[in-house]
């Protein structure tokens, strides 16, 4: 089955600064990757995903990338605030947009320092 | 978005006993994923509850240990049988309302002592 390893576990970064969080995946046939946002004591909240058959995508201060040959993806988020400290989750799915569930990293922890 | 209600939101149980979660949502879906999230750790796929089929299990999941019922196409359960503490965890439904975009429910925060 799929295997999405995710690093760093914690990243620390000063306000307005970039932070940028890396996975990656085993199965080639994988074609979804969504990016969550978990507040402590909260759920899960999608922030952005991107599609196989595109390379890029960004929403404001939020981008992700992805590397189908290397078979890795990140998020990035640049001018930090201190409402990004949350737990960051990358997933992956081989059908398309999570329909047959998502396989979720370990988790990011971002800090932003004031 | 789809609104999802969960509940309970938390409880606390004792070993041996079970724990029925319900997951309704307001608007029909196709499919309900059940999640775990043991205590500061990631989310893991427990199964896939379609309506009018058994469920789909993630390999370490059965289901006499977490049997799912799926009703119909707002609504299902997830219940936790015989606990230990070794399940005390956050147990998340979640939907696909759309075309590639999971939400999740709040969450049932379980404590099994």
């Known amino acids: 089955g799929e295997n999405v390893e995710q690093h760093p576990s914690t990243l620390s970064v000063q306000e307005g600064d970039s932070a940028v969080i890396k996975c990656t995946y085993s199965?080639?046939?994988?074609?979804?990757f969504p990016w969550y946002k978990q507040e402590l004591g909260k759920r899960p909240q999608l922030i952005i995903d991107i599609r196989s058959n595109v390379g890029e995508k960004k929403d404001q201060r939020i981008a992700v990338t992805l590397n189908k040959t290397a078979k890795h993806f990140s998020l990035h988020i640049t001018e930090t605030q201190p409402e990004d400290s949350a737990v960051y989750f990358c997933a992956a799915s081989t059908s398309g947009g999570g329909a047959d569930g998502l396989t979720f990293g370990k988790g990011t922890h971002l800090i932003i320092q004031p | 978005s789809a609104v999802i209600s969960q509940k309970p939101s938390r409880d606390i149980c004792q070993r041996g006993t079970s724990l029925t979660i319900q997951c309704q949502v307001d608007?029909?879906?196709?499919?309900m994923f059940w999640y775990r999230q043991q205590p500061g750790q990631s989310l893991t796929l427990i199964a896939t509850a379609n309506q009018g089929s058994e469920a789909t299990y993630e390999s370490g999941f059965v289901i006499d240990k977490f049997p799912i019922s799926r009703p119909n196409l707002t609504f299902s359960t997830l219940t936790v049988s015989n606990m230990s503490p070794e399940d005390s965890s956050i147990y998340l439904c979640?939907?696909?309302?759309?075309?590639?975009?999971?939400?999740f429910g709040s969450g049932t925060r379980l404590t099994v002592v």
């Open positions: 199965d080639s046939a994988s074609n979804y």
């Open positions: 608007s029909q879906v196709t499919m």
């Open positions: 979640s939907v696909e309302v759309r075309r590639d975009t999971t939400t």
